[in-house]
């Protein structure tokens, strides 16, 4: 069974960067041809997609998102990061890991249980 916990502070002051780390267990952020990616939900608003990291190391990025995201991994910890930065108040959402369904990119088959950010002073 394929795990996913994400983990980091709840609370950020705002200019700062946000940091979390998805650790996965079950598999390997290296399997072929898997995307784990991170998420966000606003508050009273739909999901939306941040970026991912495939199996290879590829990073992509929302084009909203980019200049202030960077998406990294560690095979030897089986994890891979988020850090936003600069972040402001509107960036207070529930983030969350995931990975996507072999063959299907954006079609999610396992999410982490998603953390709460929180951006004030």
């Known amino acids: 069974q394929v795990q996913l916990r994400e983990s980091g502070p709840g609370l950020v002051k705002p200019s700062q960067t946000l940091s979390l780390t998805c650790a996965v267990s079950?598999?390997?952020?290296?399997?072929?041809?898997?995307?784990w990616s991170w998420i966000r939900q606003l508050p009273g608003k739909g999901l939306e997609w941040i970026g991912d990291i495939n199996y290879s190391g590829d990073v992509y990025y929302s084009p909203s998102l980019r200049s202030r995201t960077s998406i990294s991994r560690d095979t030897s910890k089986n994890q891979f990061t988020l850090q936003l930065s600069s972040v402001t108040p509107d960036d207070t959402a529930v983030y969350y890991c995931?990975?996507?369904?072999?063959?299907?990119?954006?079609?999610?088959?396992?999410w982490g249980q998603g953390t709460q950010v929180t951006v004030s002073s």
């Open positions: 079950g598999d390997s952020v290296t399997t072929n041809y898997y995307y």
């Open positions: 995931a990975r996507d369904r072999s063959g299907v990119r954006f079609s999610y088959e396992y």
